[in-house]
């Protein structure tokens, strides 16, 4: 049996500017912190990696914020677009998308202002320091 998904894990270039985002602009807390284990270059195939880990708590579920100091990371994919195969992106629920919308706006770079989707959910796309999807997502009214 498969159990219920407990994070979300994403590379970071900068961990003090992905915080900056998570903590800063959407208002997650640090759960935990921590240099990456000796056994973190067996899980991700590169020898040497050095780094940091922070898990912020989202309720029920965690953001794992990976940055990697060595070796240098020159696989960025900074031009991915959210129709891209393989790229996802992270739904966050807020209660009003309109207000958070205006509030991060313009420190947040964000893809689209807020729209209603078929289910009368109203959403925005946003992006992290990173370029990473952030959806900020009201469910409709009648859930």
């Not at 602009?25 to 284990?37: A, C, K, N, T």
């Not at 990976?66 to 240098?72: G, M, Q, R, S, V």
């Not at 009003?96 to 729209?115: H, I």
């Not at 109203?122 to 009214?141: F, K, M, T, V």
């Amino acid at each position: 049996m498969i159990g219920h998904a407990t994070h979300y894990g994403l590379n970071v270039r900068n961990m003090d500017d992905a915080l900056e985002f998570y903590r800063e602009q959407l208002g997650f807390e640090i759960d935990r912190r921590f240099p990456v284990s000796d056994v973190q270059s067996d899980i991700v195939g590169i020898d040497g990696v050095e780094g940091e880990i922070v898990f912020l708590d989202a309720g029920d579920f965690e953001i794992e914020l990976i940055a990697y100091d060595t070796p240098e990371n020159e696989n960025v994919h900074e031009t991915a677009s959210g129709h891209d195969v393989g790229i996802t992106h992270l739904c966050i629920t807020v209660d009003d998308v309109n207000g958070r919308y205006e509030d991060l706006t313009p420190e947040v770079e964000f893809v689209n202002s807020p729209r209603t989707v078929s289910n009368g959910a109203q959403i925005a796309y946003a992006r992290d320091p990173d370029g990473n999807y952030i959806e900020l997502y009201e469910p409709p009214a009648d859930e």
